[in-house]
């Protein structure tokens, strides 16, 4: 089993605790649902509610009954355990948990970086890469740049165009 990021939360939603929560999930409708458990760094949090607005959900959880305590909630990520088969890739998709720690290689630079974290953003993914003694470099994960994901070698070979390294 392997732990997962599907979702973080945003911000609160109304008076009585609900959050709205950011999807990081292919599979939204069964990892966001009543019932639900996910681990966070605050320990085990438990979905009561989940309704849909605009394409996030939002979430009532156990024992958060006011905007004060869902305050304190921003920023946190909502993890699940999943089976390790799960996250084999198909068709060119990759779950974040592959993609982290992988050595990033670029055609002409040489290695870059090892890949540190994903941020998700509307259009693609990018890929955050820590660099030795410099600031981490930001890859879009788009096939113009991503040639290859060898996860069993642990490589990512990347085409990287002229200064993107120096932004």
Same mark, same amino acid.
């Given at each position: 089993?392997? #732990?997962?990021?599907?979702?973080?939360?945003?911000?609160?939603?109304?008076?009585?605790?609900?959050?709205?929560?950011?999807?990081?999930?292919?599979? $939204?409708?069964?990892?966001?649902?009543?019932?639900?458990?996910?681990?966070? /760094?605050?320990? $085990?949090m438990k979905a009561v509610t989940v309704r849909w607005h605009q394409g996030r959900p939002m979430i009532g959880f156990e024992g958060v009954t006011d905007r004060n305590k869902s305050e304190t909630l921003r920023g946190i990520l909502l993890s699940v355990?999943?089976?390790?088969?799960?996250?084999? $890739?198909?068709?060119?998709?990759?779950?974040?948990?592959?993609?982290?720690?992988?050595?990033?290689?670029?055609?002409?630079?040489?290695?870059?970086?090892?890949?540190?974290?994903?941020?998700?953003?509307?259009?693609?993914?990018?890929?955050?890469? /820590?660099?030795?003694? #410099?600031?981490?470099?930001?890859?879009?994960?788009?096939?113009?740049?991503?040639?290859?994901?060898?996860?069993?070698?642990?490589?990512? /070979?990347?085409?990287? $165009?002229?200064?993107?390294?120096?932004?």
């Amino acid at each position: 089993m392997s #732990q997962v990021v599907v979702g973080r939360i945003v911000r609160p939603h109304g008076l009585r605790g609900e959050v709205v929560v950011e999807v990081r999930t292919d599979d $939204p409708e069964s990892r966001f649902r009543p019932g639900a458990e996910y681990s966070t /760094k605050n320990g $085990p949090m438990k979905a009561v509610t989940v309704r849909w607005h605009q394409g996030r959900p939002m979430i009532g959880f156990e024992g958060v009954t006011d905007r004060n305590k869902s305050e304190t909630l921003r920023g946190i990520l909502l993890s699940v355990d999943i089976a390790d088969e799960e996250l084999e $890739p198909e068709d060119d998709e990759f779950h974040d948990a592959l993609l982290i720690g992988l050595t990033v290689v670029d055609k002409e630079a040489g290695e870059v970086g090892t890949v540190s974290r994903i941020d998700h953003g509307a259009a693609y993914e990018t890929l955050v890469v /820590k660099r030795k003694g #410099q600031t981490p470099a930001l890859i879009p994960f788009v096939a113009d740049m991503v040639e290859e994901v060898d996860a069993e070698a642990g490589v990512i /070979k990347v085409d990287l $165009p002229p200064g993107l390294l120096e932004l």
